[in-house]
């Protein structure tokens, strides 16, 4: 009797279109093929049939990465996105920021009283600002 595993976490279960690949796997192998194939038989007679299968490798190499490589349930252009945004993109110093619930509350209490100030019409501009003099 033959035991067949089943994985425990169904969500990372990719469904399969044919000869067990995913449609991702079969588009980006296609695309590949249509890269590769021509651009080989292109340059075998002109570069050599090493040379020729060194570019169609490199050629075709790009296409397998992002039908195959996914890491934490991330596809290789999500993965690139993402270093390129913290790399390139994002400020390279991210001070740590707090909200001062207190100036919050401060700021609050001198508006309200700024209001009710207006309302009693005993408000004079520029009183907020109060020097001492010592």
Do not use: W
């Amino acid at each position: 009797m033959a035991y067949v595993p089943v994985p425990k976490d169904l969500s990372k279960v990719k469904t399969k279109v044919a000869f067990n690949l995913t449609k991702r796997q079969i588009i980006c192998f296609a695309v590949a093929l249509i890269l590769g194939l021509p651009l080989f038989f292109l340059l075998k007679d002109s570069a050599g049939t090493s040379l020729a299968s060194v570019v169609m490798i490199a050629v075709m190499l790009p296409c397998f990465l992002f039908a195959m490589y996914e890491k934490h349930g991330q596809p290789l252009e999500v993965v690139a996105k993402h270093i390129i945004q913290t790399k390139f993109i994002a400020p390279k110093e991210r001070p740590y920021q707090t909200q001062n619930l207190y100036a919050v509350l401060e700021r609050q209490r001198k508006l309200e009283k700024e209001v009710s100030a207006i309302a009693k019409g005993t408000y004079k501009k520029g009183s907020g600002k109060k020097k001492r003099r010592g």
